[in-house]
Structures are given as C-alpha cells and as structure tokens.
C-alpha cells in the first residue's frame, strides 16, 4: 500500500469548513484513497473513499487531484463533534483488504 | 442494525490470567478484523478472518494470543497469560470482503495489573 502524510493536528472555527490534506505521491493505478475518523474513546468511523472521482456523501467530500497524488477531505460546516483523529488510507480493494492506519491529523474544532 | 458487538466493554484482570474478547460481526459481512490501540503504537492490526478462516495473522504479538472464528457471527481473542504490556482498548472490525469500509466496534478497554 502506498504511504501517506498527514499533517499531525489541525485547528478549525466551528461552522467553517475544516479542510483536512493528504499525499500520497507513490499511490498507484489501483489504489483507493479511504478515510476514517476515531472520535476520543470511540472505534474508528467510515467515512468516505474515492478513486479519482470527487466523492460526495452525507458526512464529507474527498477531492482527489489529477495525477492522484494527493487529496482533502472537507468538511463543509464543522462542528465541536468533528473533533476526532482523521485518517488517510490508500490502499488496493480486493486484495486482502487489511487497512494500515497511520498517525493521522487530530482536528480540533473550536467554538 | 445493531453494529459490530463488542463485549466485555471494560475488562480488568491480574497478571497471568486469561483473559477473552468477544466480537459479534454486521450479519452478511464475512471479514472480521482485531486491532489493538495504545497511545505508543497506535492502532496496529492483530489478526483478520474470511469466511471464518484466519488469513493473516502476523500482527498477533505472541503465542499468548490467539483468535478464532468459529462461525460467521462469532470470534474471540483470547490472551493467556496476560502480561501489563497488554493493556490496551481491542477492536473488533467487520465488512464485506474486498471494501475496506470497516465497521468497528466500541472496543474492550483491558487493564491488566
């Protein structure tokens, strides 16, 4: 699996949008780019995934760049429970499908 | 959908007793994942199950743990003895094979002194 970084922590005003970067200059063709959140004291959380194409759901947007090397995920109206470690995973579906966590960055929204 | 059912939530042991985990997955998914956290080495994946069978078990620290997954619904981690250098909150993961959009549990928080 390709190797990501992270910024290790990130601050954000409540109701701002929190934009969390990721690189992952060495991802290949086949590789996903996964992120997860672990809210303190809680399992980490799904929250979206992508290829190429931007992604969308109810929680964030990932936007992936061209050449794939890197990505963000946004968070369009942070709030004080967007507080959590977010984690950025790139790694090849259907291929034993462990997932490696790194550091991550730890979000902090602020009031 | 009641999640990924981790039980006990919190297990307190001494030294060299045994201690076991227990894991019910999301019903339909048929990979299971153990992970261990600490605040030094982070989330660290201990063992994962396909269809019930062990595939990768080169996380598991020693031959004081092991796991199993007897059926689809069910699987246990079992440390014995257990040493104070195991105290850490143990996840349970579910998902269906071949996505990594995990499901995970609330955790066991053990403590062993």
């Known amino acids: 699996d390709a190797k990501t970084t992270q910024p290790p922590s990130m601050d954000c005003a409540e109701g701002r949008a929190a934009n969390l970067p990721c690189n992952h200059s060495?991802?290949?063709?086949?590789?996903?780019v996964y992120w997860y959140r672990q809210i303190h004291s809680q399992g980490p959380q799904y929250i979206i995934h992508?290829?190429?194409n931007n992604e969308t759901n109810e929680m964030a947007s990932l936007i992936i760049t061209e050449d794939r090397k890197s990505s963000t995920l946004i968070l369009p109206h942070a709030t004080l429970r967007d507080t959590a470690v977010y984690y950025c995973?790139?790694?090849?579906?259907?291929?034993?499908?462990?997932?490696?966590f790194g550091g991550g960055t730890r979000l902090m929204v602020k009031p | 959908d009641a999640g990924v059912i981790q039980s006990p939530r919190h297990e307190v042991t001494e030294m060299g007793q045994e201690v076991t985990l227990r894991c019910k997955p999301i019903?339909?998914?048929?990979?299971l994942f153990w992970y261990r956290q600490t605040m030094m080495r982070g989330l660290e994946l201990l063992i994962y199950?396909?269809?019930?069978?062990?595939?990768?078990d080169s996380g598991m620290p020693e031959d004081r743990f092991s796991a199993k997954m007897p059926n689809a619904s069910f699987s246990t981690l079992k440390i014995q003895p257990s040493e104070p250098r195991d105290s850490a909150v143990y996840f349970c993961?579910?998902?269906?094979?071949?996505?990594?959009?995990?499901?995970f549990g609330s955790g066991t928080r053990l403590t062993v002194v």
């Open positions: 993961a579910s998902s269906r094979q071949g996505f990594s959009g995990y499901t």
């Open positions: 199950f396909n269809n019930n069978v062990p595939i990768d």
């Open positions: 995973i790139v790694r090849v579906d259907n291929a034993g499908n462990m997932l490696t």
């Open positions: 019903s339909g998914h048929n990979s």
């Open positions: 060495t991802i290949s063709g086949n590789e996903y």
């Open positions: 992508g290829l190429k």
